[in-house]
């Protein structure tokens, strides 16, 4: 299994607090993602890097910043969690996309957030 | 814009065989992936198809039409441990970005 831990795995917080989830990987894979699943809309990306300070957002991005200062760990931060921000965050890891290799996105275990 | 389609959950008995169909729109195309998500885990890798033709892996083989956006994940011998929602997901041609259908529940029964 591909080394990636998110952290926390599970948190309760209330409506208008800040909140970082943290993706940890031992992989030096060069790109990261942060996603969000609820039921009925899939995986949604909120937003990815590839590389080092290097990052651009996802479908999802609105209320949600990142950063990534070490090439190990992406950061995604809630700046005023709200209600419908409540849902499971997936981090992803994936190597450099070559042509002709697969590239596969691996993910960490996921991180449960509830917003009261 | 994107748009992937695929069922919504699909029941079938413990040694048959379950076909999952899965249509996509995407701007640029570079490859399709199958996931497994057993319910309250994280999706892991089944199968990667970048050209047209159907790609075998023991159990499970995958299906790609690209002049069609059309993709299938074919699971055979299905055992109960099958149980789960499997995700559909076009690679874009820039960058390494997935988009995800909303996935597909399988509930295998005895």
Redesign the interface.
């Known amino acids: 299994d591909a080394g990636i831990t998110q952290s926390p795995r599970h948190k309760v917080t209330e409506t208008g607090t800040p909140v970082t989830l943290r993706c940890h990987q031992t992989e030096n894979h060069r790109?990261m993602?942060w996603?969000r699943q609820d039921p009925?809309?899939?995986?949604?990306?909120i937003h990815?890097s590839?590389g080092v300070k290097d990052t651009?957002k996802?479908?999802v991005s609105d209320g949600y910043s990142v950063s990534r200062s070490k090439t190990e760990d992406f950061l995604l931060t809630l700046e005023s969690a709200t209600s419908s921000q409540t849902s499971v965050y997936?981090c992803a890891i994936?190597e450099?996309?070559g042509r002709s290799s697969?590239?596969?996105?691996?993910?960490?275990?996921?991180t449960r957030l509830t917003v009261l | 814009g994107q748009n992937i389609d695929q069922p919504t959950e699909m029941t079938a008995t413990e040694g048959a065989i379950v076909q999952i169909n899965c249509t996509y729109q995407t701007s640029g195309f570079n490859g399709l992936f199958w996931y497994q998500q057993h319910a309250g885990e994280a999706p892991t890798f089944l199968s990667y198809n970048v050209l047209d033709g159907l790609e075998e892996k023991g159990r499970f083989s995958s299906f790609l039409s690209r002049s069609k956006g059309y993709s299938y994940l074919l699971l055979k011998e299905l055992q109960m441990k099958d149980s789960a929602s499997y995700l559909c997901a076009p690679r874009g041609a820039a960058g390494n970005k997935l988009t995800f259908g909303g996935g597909t529940r399988v509930l295998v029964k005895p």
């Not at chain 1, 697969?102 to 993910?107: H, K, V």
Request: hydrophobic share 20%; net charge negative; aromatic share 38%.
């Open positions: 790109y993602y996603y009925g809309h899939g995986l949604r990306l990815y590839y651009d996802g479908e997936f994936s450099f996309q697969y590239n596969e996105q691996f993910f960490g275990p996921g």
